[in-house]
């Protein structure tokens, strides 16, 4: 099966911005979470989405929003950028909720905002 | 809410040698799952060995196993026979348990550089 993808991978945006991150889960998977990674916070929880639900959300403004499609495939928004939001975002997918079902992370979108 | 530290920031090892990376974690559940990821310079997260809190028995992968002490909340990561490309940051993660959600709470990392 291929891997988890994420486009585009490389992004430069300026402040004020909006900008939508794509990730594509291994197929058969449903669930796809989003994390922010930076130099000075390490890695932090975004969303989760499950079967198109958003199951939980971590502590980021509402600028920072996302969906999921019927095909598991799934995308993050955000909107007015600031440049607090460079940032490697990573996703990762999971085939089901049962505990022994793994995370895959996808490569990343890193995001500049200038 | 659940915590992850890892205290040591940077870890060296010479090739072939073994080295021990700490975690420890801080919950109230009693069902959860403890993780070690990799992430090399390429940023690709890869997870290196798994953790099931109800099993007493440590995980073991290959070169790779895990330490862990459930009442002291510790879960230490040994890699034996070190080889050049394990070099990377290693991110230690928890999560609860069944249904719970795939939120990971994951540790600062460690920069492991393996020498020559």
């Known amino acids: 099966k291929a891997g988890v993808t994420q486009t585009p991978r490389y992004l430069i945006k300026t402040r004020g911005q909006q900008v939508t991150l794509s990730c594509s889960p291994i197929?058969?998977?449903?669930?796809v979470s989003w994390y922010q990674q930076t130099p000075g916070q390490g890695l932090q929880f975004l969303f989760e989405?499950?079967?198109?639900?958003?199951?939980n959300k971590g502590n980021f403004p509402g600028r920072f929003s996302g969906r999921q499609f019927s095909n598991s495939r799934s995308e993050m928004n955000v909107s007015t950028l600031e440049l607090g939001d460079s940032a490697l975002y990573l996703c990762?997918?999971?085939?089901?909720?049962?505990?022994?079902?793994?995370?895959?992370f996808g490569p990343g979108t890193r995001l500049t905002v200038l | 809410a659940q915590t992850v530290t890892q205290s040591q920031p940077e870890m060296s090892v010479q090739e072939a040698e073994t080295v021990t990376l700490s975690c420890t974690y801080d919950?109230?559940?009693?069902?959860?799952?403890l993780f070690w990821y990799k992430q090399p310079p390429s940023r690709q997260m890869i997870l290196v060995i798994r953790?099931?809190?109800?099993?007493?028995q440590n995980a073991t992968e290959n070169r790779f196993s895990v330490n862990f002490q459930k009442a002291a909340k510790s879960f230490s990561l040994k890699i034996s026979d070190s080889q050049l490309g394990d070099a990377a940051m290693y991110f230690c993660?928890?999560?609860?348990?069944?249904?719970?959600?795939?939120?990971?709470?994951f540790g600062e990392g460690t920069q492991l550089t393996v020498n020559p």
């Open positions: 989405y499950f079967s198109e639900t958003q199951r």
């Open positions: 993660a928890y999560r609860r348990g069944e249904t719970s959600g795939s939120r990971l709470t």
């Open positions: 919950t109230s559940e009693s069902d959860y799952y």
């Open positions: 197929s058969g998977h449903r669930s």
């Open positions: 990762a997918s999971r085939e089901g909720d049962r505990g022994v079902d793994t995370q895959y």
């Open positions: 953790q099931e809190a109800y099993k007493q």
